[in-house]
């Protein structure tokens, strides 16, 4: 676990003659985190991490239709969601890691029927 995590989220609500347009900015913070019961292992720790996601939306003007435009891992950091020593667990050595995705963006489109 990590002994800070912190979140700071910006969006602003802009009226349009065809819908609102909201962009917002989202920035989470993590000091280093230790992925095992076995304490102090560089082997199965990730550092602090910095993440900041954006998303740019739009919402038609009778609410039936949405269009987002988002940004995750803006920053493109390469950090670990899990890791583990395998010598600790008794099945073999190295270490087993999960990598979290790239800078990934993406658009969804909605329609809202009631």
């Known amino acids: 676990m990590p ?4 979140a700071l989220g910006v969006d602003d609500k802009i009226d349009t003659t065809f819908g609102s347009v ?3 900015l989202d920035y989470t913070y ?3 985190t230790f992925f095992t019961i076995y304490g102090n292992q560089s082997t ?4 602090p991490v910095g993440l900041l996601n954006g998303t740019v ?3 038609n003007r009778e609410g039936k239709w949405s269009m987002a435009l ?3 891992n803006l920053t493109n950091k390469i950090y670990y969601t899990f890791a583990n020593d395998l010598s ?8 087993l890691v999960d990598v979290a995705n790239p800078r ?11």
Do not use: D
């Not at 002994?3 to 912190?6: S, V």
């Not at 199965?44 to 550092?47: F, K, R, V």
């Open 3 to 6: 002994k800070l995590t912190a």
């Open 70 to 72: 988002y940004g995750r």
């Open 22 to 24: 909201t962009p917002r």
């Open 44 to 47: 199965a720790l990730q550092g």
């Open 57 to 59: 939306s739009w919402l």
């Open 88 to 95: 600790k667990v008794g099945i073999g050595s190295g270490t």
């Open 104 to 114: 990934e963006y993406g658009l969804t489109i909605r329609r809202n029927f009631f």
């Open 30 to 32: 993590r000091t280093t």
